[in-house]
């Protein structure tokens, strides 16, 4: 099946400084990729669609110059979390498709702002 | 506004019994549906997903059914397994949102050997 990698797995940072998240779709060209956030016992959010070659759309309350996200090629997508803080501190979760209606996610990134 | 409900928090189940997952709701938009298994601190992976052309899916031990006029559908794994123990979530896509999930809030499945 289609493989989605997710790198790093966990990071701890100092609040202020930046964190980039990377996530390639190993055997397959997606042109969506999707990013979400969880925080722990609570459902998976979606943050946004990135799309390759364009910026990506955000969903409500989600602050764009806060997490940037850059597709820049079919089997990456970058989210940077911006001077982070502790409330940033969560569980990150990227996924891609390769056409079909299957979805595939990473592995995730566990991300502590101390 | 939790488009996508899983009610039931917990569920606990003997070793070769049958494990019925819940699932409920409220966008009449969703037209495909899909469960997904995790780990803490790993992603979801995928084990099952259903149209809404259709009523029941079957995988394996693994059978969703899809009720659309309840707006309900059910995860059921039989014989339950100890390696399922896990976060089960529904997920449900479609419309003009084709693609992005909204995920269930999850059930916690313990099988007990």
């Known amino acids: 099946g289609a493989v989605v990698s997710q790198h790093p797995s966990r990071v701890i940072c100092k609040s202020g400084t930046s964190v980039k998240i990377e996530c390639r779709s190993l055997?397959?060209?997606?042109?969506?990729m999707f990013w979400y956030r969880q925080f722990p016992k609570k459902s998976l959010m979606l943050m946004a669609t990135?799309?390759?070659?364009?910026?990506?759309?955000?969903e409500q309350g989600v602050e764009k110059d806060k997490f940037l996200i850059n597709h820049a090629s079919l089997t990456l997508s970058t989210l940077t979390v911006t001077s982070a803080h502790p409330e940033d501190s969560s569980f990150y979760i990227c996924?891609?498709?390769?056409?079909?209606?299957?979805?595939?996610f990473g592995s995730g990134t566990q991300l502590s702002v101390l | 506004d939790q488009q996508v409900k899983q009610n039931s928090p917990s569920l606990s189940v003997q070793e070769g019994r049958i494990s019925i997952l819940n699932c409920d709701y409220t966008?009449?938009?969703?037209?495909?549906f899909l469960w997904y298994k995790k780990y803490p601190a790993e992603g979801p992976t995928f084990l099952i997903s259903i149209s809404s052309i259709k009523d029941k899916n079957e995988d394996g031990r693994f059978t969703v059914f899809l009720n659309k006029s309840a707006k309900h559908l059910s995860l059921h794994i039989v014989p339950s397994q100890p390696g399922d123990s896990a976060v089960y979530f529904c997920a449900a896509t479609g419309g003009t949102s084709y693609g992005k999930l909204t995920f269930g809030q999850g059930t916690i499945l313990t099988v007990h050997p």
């Open positions: 055997d397959f060209q997606a042109t969506t």
């Open positions: 990135s799309n390759e070659g364009s910026k990506a759309t955000y």
């Open positions: 996924s891609a498709s390769e056409g079909n209606e299957k979805l595939f």
């Open positions: 966008n009449s938009m969703f037209d495909y």
